[in-house]
């Protein structure tokens, strides 16, 4: 089977008009290479229309079909943050059961080869009777049963920043959804996991088998980031970028700014971010050394490019993080990181520009963050360039989607041959 001949049927979250990054980012650098190799994909999105970046609109071989979802922020039903959660979910659950019939209908005109449910896991728009048929291919971004841990083995941390009735919707929540999760999981054919550190929660967790998936890392825009040319910030500048909740380390970063000024160290340490939907630990950056150390709160997507070109080292302390766009994205912008070995992306960077310790160790943050820095002092084009280097040979989206392609192609073939026997 010569690539480019498959017909693909693509679910879940897709890209927005503006091409700043995160998940709709992934899905557009996903959707705009594959059809680069000439695959014909319909993708089926629960929400009302909207713009796609330009370059998915002029593709001849993407098809977008726009589902039934108004779901807007700020109305009776989303005004707070565990509205927004749970109206959210289901007013997308129920949106794809209404998607589904379009998919099946398409499917009978025009056959597909490959169902790709990009992000999450229990979606509902597949019809039953395609799956005898089609292999489903799943690529998520994240799974329940990780977010749920993280929130039970953090407890007394939620308990300082939000009530009771808070904390127990979510873990209620989250708790159903991984039930879900656990046995929707194992209807996909492949799962596209995004670091081998993922795929060992997901086997661990869901009982997936681990023969039926590969180790595929998300796709950067590199084109976003740039101007390597520069040397440290005075003083050097560590900057924490992400959601200030659950999973993501914050009370690490507290001790690591803490123990930073009790020592001495030349360094500032800038937290950049805000809380998600299902918590918020933003009162315990009360806790941070003003001396050395500030909260810059939420920012709009199109600006982290320009936070990254501020900073000389990316610091990302989380205790479960499937991925870490923002380490790919530092990368890219030829910042050195120092993450936990639970960062996928973080995964075969070169160690001089992607430092590795475990969650929770301050005192190997801390050390690796001084290494860091002299290095940058000694050698800091030398260094940038290598982080840039590491993110083009890791993050490319061309190399990205080629093993995409290669993994959709050898499946497709696995099953017809199988079904020809």
């Not at 953090?154 to 919707?169: D, F, K, M, V, Y």
């Not at 050395?292 to 501020?310: D, F, K, T, W």
């Not at 910042?335 to 001089?352: H, K, R």
Request: glycine share 8%; aromatic share 6%; with cysteine.
């Amino acid at each position: 089977m010569s690539r480019g001949s498959l017909r693909i049927a693509w679910l879940g979250a897709g890209p927005l008009q503006q091409e700043s990054g995160g998940v709709p980012g992934v899905a557009t650098e996903l959707l705009y290479g594959l059809s680069k190799l000439g695959y014909e994909i319909d993708c089926f999105f629960a929400g009302v229309e909207r713009e796609v970046p330009q370059r998915l609109a002029a593709a001849e071989n993407l098809t977008f079909v726009w589902g039934t979802s108004r779901w807007h922020w700020n109305r009776w039903y989303s005004r707070g943050r565990l509205a927004a959660l749970v109206s959210g979910l289901l007013a997308r659950s129920y949106a794809s059961l209404r998607v589904r019939r379009e998919v099946a209908r398409r499917h009978a005109r025009a056959p597909y080869d490959v169902v790709y449910q990009f992000s999450n896991i229990e979606t509902l728009a597949m019809p039953a009777a395609m799956r005898r048929t089609v292999p489903l291919v799943i690529q998520p971004e994240t799974h329940m049963a990780g977010e749920l841990k993280a929130l039970i083995a953090e407890r007394h941390l939620g308990a300082r920043c939000q009530p009771l009735h808070t904390r127990a919707i979510v873990i209620a929540v989250r708790l159903l959804r991984t039930i879900v999760q656990r046995s929707r999981i194992r209807r996909a054919r492949l799962l596209v996991c995004i670091s081998s550190v993922f795929r060992d929660h997901l086997v661990h967790d869901y009982g997936f088998p681990l023969e039926r998936t590969v180790v595929i890392p998300n796709p950067v825009r590199l084109e976003r980031f740039g101007n390597l040319e520069r040397g440290l910030a005075e003083p050097p500048a560590i900057l924490v970028l992400g959601r200030v909740a659950a999973r993501k380390g914050i009370e690490d970063v507290i001790a690591v700014a803490r123990r930073l000024h009790e020592r001495g160290i030349d360094a500032h340490v800038r937290i950049v971010g805000g809380p998600d939907l299902a918590s918020d630990y933003t009162k315990l950056l009360d806790e941070l050394p003003p001396e050395n150390s500030e909260y810059a709160g939420r920012i709009p997507p199109s600006e982290v490019p320009v936070e990254l070109m501020r900073s000389d080292i990316l610091l990302q302390a989380s205790k479960y993080e499937p991925f870490g766009l923002t380490v790919a994205e530092a990368l890219a912008a030829g910042v050195p990181v120092v993450a936990t070995d639970e960062v996928g992306a973080i995964e075969g960077i070169d160690p001089s520009v992607g430092a590795t310790v475990r969650p929770g160790d301050v005192e190997g943050i801390v050390t690796a963050i001084v290494a860091m820095l002299e290095r940058l002092r000694v050698e800091p084009q030398a260094t940038r360039s290598l982080a840039r280097a590491e993110a083009e040979r890791r993050y490319a989206p061309e190399l990205v989607c080629g093993e995409v392609a290669s993994a959709l192609q050898a499946l497709v073939a696995d099953e017809t041959s199988t079904s020809r026997r």
